[in-house]
């Protein structure tokens, strides 16, 4: 009855337990405290215990969270259903296409999950920083878009990187300018005043269109009253802002979720524990396919501060951005899901 638990060789996040003729298979996510049970192999009247072990085996590995996405109608989900796993609703936003699955959650840590707006990945490989304001902007207005359209019209008006080849991504004050036009109250906090990400730049001529585009950004942020403040962001300010029940738009080196060293926005929801020492909500809008990632895998995903702290910063002369955002001040959110 002893689990046995196999940290694999090539990757030493993944977890497998195998009890009484039943092997469970998962992987730890990088940078974070979530565990996925990927594949449940053996007799199912055997599964509970097998199911025990994985959850000890997860605690073990620091999780806090363990889930599974099974296809409908999956016998398993009754072994996870009777070791605590309840189904996560709302998931995924009704804009995005549907999948025949059940997706399945263990809270190790009692926590309540913040399922206040499903998760929207985004649909380009360049649109991180408008699918986190867009779901900024729905959290706080329930009337507020959430659609490819939007997704693609908040890129527009914040975009000002090139990409060495096709479309680039955002700049934190394109960013903060976007969710100041609808309402948000908005503060930028970045350890430099810029410009931003301009390696990116292939040549003198769109290094120099970017410079021009920042500068106007800067211009509007200042005119739209949106705080700005030159350090380095610390926990105390994204603790404070969610305690508010504001969320924060982060800017991360991907290199710990997925291997890639590009500058990544992700929104961060929720906080737990201490403000040096807790976890973090994060909606992350990327999925690696190649990775095996689902949408499971990104939304609430709960993050340690210390892992936080350490992706924060990017580029070769490293400098980190956060923008933060509170309700309009003069509404109250109003949010349900839809």
Request: aromatic residues 6%; contains cysteine.
């Amino acid at each position: 009855m002893d689990p046995t638990v196999q940290p694999a060789e090539q990757r030493p996040n993944r977890l497998s337990v195998t009890v009484d003729g039943v092997t469970i298979s998962g992987e730890v996510r990088p940078g974070t405290r979530l565990a996925r049970i990927l594949t449940i192999d053996g007799p199912a009247p055997a599964e509970a215990p097998a199911v025990d072990a994985f959850l000890k085996a997860a605690t073990e590995h620091g999780c806090s969270v363990v889930r599974a996405e099974l296809p409908e109608g999956d016998p398993a989900a009754a072994a996870l259903a009777a070791a605590g796993f309840g189904a996560v609703d709302p998931a995924v936003h009704a804009a995005q296409p549907g999948r025949p699955v059940w997706r399945l959650e263990r809270r190790l840590d009692g926590s309540i999950p913040d399922r206040t707006l499903p998760y929207f990945g985004q649909t380009t490989g360049f649109t991180c920083g408008p699918v986190a304001v867009m779901l900024a902007h729905r959290r706080f207005d329930a009337a507020a878009p959430v659609d490819r359209r939007t997704e693609v019209a908040l890129w527009r008006e914040a975009t000002t990187v090139h990409a060495p080849s096709g479309p680039g991504g955002c700049d934190p004050f394109g960013v903060a300018c976007a969710a100041a036009r609808r309402g948000l109250q908005t503060r930028v906090i970045a350890s430099t005043e810029g410009p931003f990400l301009t390696g990116w730049a292939t040549d003198a001529y769109r290094r120099d269109l970017m410079v021009f585009v920042q500068d106007e950004f800067r211009e509007e942020a200042r005119a739209r009253g949106v705080g700005t403040e030159i350090r380095a962001w610390t926990h105390a300010d994204l603790t404070e802002t969610l305690v508010g029940g504001g969320v924060a738009i982060v800017l991360i080196d991907q290199i710990v979720f997925n291997g890639c060293a590009i500058p990544h926005w992700i929104l961060v929801h929720g906080v737990t524990g201490g403000p040096d020492g807790g976890t973090y909500a994060v909606d992350d809008p990327w999925i690696e396919p190649e990775d095996g990632e689902t949408d499971t895998d990104k939304f609430d995903v709960p993050v340690p501060a210390a892992d936080l702290d350490r992706m924060g910063w990017y580029g070769a002369a490293p400098f980190r951005a956060a923008i933060l955002l509170q309700a309009p001040a003069d509404s109250q959110s109003s949010l349900g899901p839809t």
